[in-house]
């Protein structure tokens, strides 16, 4: 080897030349006109990532608008990456938000007319948030005891607290007529206003899960709150334009807030009927038994939900016993009607008994859905039994709890493959008991 070799191998020995490192894997998607290269670099600056980038778009303007808009207020993937009924439930929440935030601006400037001031449109947009948020530490005080409440019953709880912001609404839309009672009606109305945003946040989760589909809660959160925030702008806009013509006096706004005020309530009712809520409270859960015990089918959340009744939840459903939980063993159990119900159904975690055409079910602290479910199951059967002349309900309910455990473990089955979550039963603030008490 000569010097000129050793000087350009660094020595004696031949230096074997570098690998090259791997070249990054590119390929080309073309889908709907729109052609996107694709790379991934698995050694690269990109860690295993994959870059796209779009080399070709041949899609009309209006194709490139709307697929901007879906970007920002749909979750990614939708419709594919969400429930049954989020279209339906988007679009009402869109007309509920608008009307909303042009009453606002309404009553706010309503308020400050009674007070004797003359403001501007956009004066009373400004104020607005002053006394709205005055008001909510009130209602957060008043509504805390109620969040059970909401949990079991989130879609009933939402309309309540739209109905409640009309109110308020409607108070302070008042004012000017009885500028001398200011401060009483001024204060009723944002109580009622504070109290209808607790309750309005309180829900706002378990609303949004009944949507979610592939573990992007997040994702429709923002989505959620991104429509939400566009279309109160919108409303405010629209609000300071009534405010500046057709509703500047005490009398158009008199015509003009109830108007606005059944838009509200009507894009809220629907909204929350479009919701397909999949945990289970006392009415889904007595309607799913019911489907079961009359057709032997199992309907799903999106199926329940246009049946559910928003108005008056509790309602009893005949053809799943007539059940009514939550109440205290007390009323409804004496100490040795425990025990005698404990030998009918060993290792349960509820009890039954029928008083007064009604089937009083008692769960246990850590009662899940699948033991409502069970319990309720016995109560149909029973009734059922007792409609086909079998005897009276309390002498059937050793043979329906037979039945109930026969059919229970399809029934179950069947129960959380149509999407139903059945970890837990969500009875509000319903009494339950120990049974290591009665032991």
């Known amino acids: ?32 006109s729109v052609s996107r290269l694709c790379s991934f670099d698995a050694a690269g600056t990109g860690h295993g990532r994959i870059s796209v980038k779009v080399i070709q778009d041949s899609r009309p303007i209006h194709d490139k608008v709307i697929d901007s808009f879906l970007n920002k207020f749909f979750p990614s993937g939708y419709p594919y990456s969400v429930n049954e009924g989020y279209l339906t439930y988007t679009r009402f929440r869109a007309l509920q938000h608008f009307s909303s935030a042009m009453l606002h601006v309404l009553s706010t400037q309503s308020l400050l007319i009674a007070a004797g001031l003359r403001p501007t449109p956009a004066q009373a947009t400004a104020v607005s948030w002053i006394l709205k948020d005055g008001m909510q530490h009130a209602g957060k005080l008043i509504c805390s ?3 059970a409440r909401m949990d079991s019953e989130p879609k009933s709880w939402r309309i309540l607290a739209d109905v409640l912001y009309d109110l308020g609404t409607a108070l302070e839309f008042v004012s000017p007529l009885c500028p001398q009672l200011f401060l009483e009606v001024a204060g009723l109305g944002n109580f009622a206003k ?46 300071i334009g009534l405010a500046s013509t057709v509703c500047s006096t005490t009398q158009g706004k008199l015509i003009a807030g109830p108007l606005l005020s059944a838009v509200h309530i009507y894009g809220v009712v629907q909204e929350m009927r479009a919701t397909p809520v999949n945990t289970l409270n006392p009415q889904r859960t007595a309607m799913i038994v019911a489907d079961f015990v009359k057709s032997g089918k199992v309907s799903s959340p999106a199926e329940l939900r246009y049946r559910e009744d928003l108005l008056f939840p509790n309602r009893l459903i005949e053809e799943a016993g007539s059940v009514k939980i939550g109440q205290p063993l007390r009323r409804v159990l004496t100490p040795r009607l425990v025990e005698e119900l404990r030998a009918t159904f060993p290792n349960e975690k509820f009890l039954l008994n029928q008083k007064s055409n009604k089937t009083y079910m008692v769960l246990e602290q850590s009662a899940s859905g699948e033991d409502a479910l069970r319990g309720w199951l016995v109560a149909a059967f029973a009734s059922e039994m007792e409609r086909s002349g079998m ?49």
């Open 145 to 147: 005891s109620m969040g």
């Open 1 to 32: 080897m000569n010097i000129l070799e050793r000087i350009r191998g660094g020595g004696d020995k031949a230096v074997a030349a570098p690998e090259r490192p791997p070249q990054p894997e590119s390929w080309v998607e073309i889908s709907e």
């Open 194 to 239: 504070g109290m209808a945003v607790v309750a309005a946040r309180a829900t706002r989760l378990p609303i949004y899960s009944s949507f979610a589909k592939e573990g992007n809660l997040s994702d429709l959160f923002a989505k959620g709150e991104a429509i939400s925030t566009l279309f109160n702008v919108m409303g405010i806009g629209a609000g």
């Open 391 to 439: 005897g009276s309900r309390d002498a059937l309910l050793s043979e329906a709890f037979e039945k109930m455990d026969r059919v229970f473990p399809t029934f179950v089955s069947e129960v959380k493959s149509r999407g139903w979550y059945t970890d837990q039963f969500l009875d509000g603030n319903g009494s339950r008991i120990a049974f290591t008490k009665f032991q």
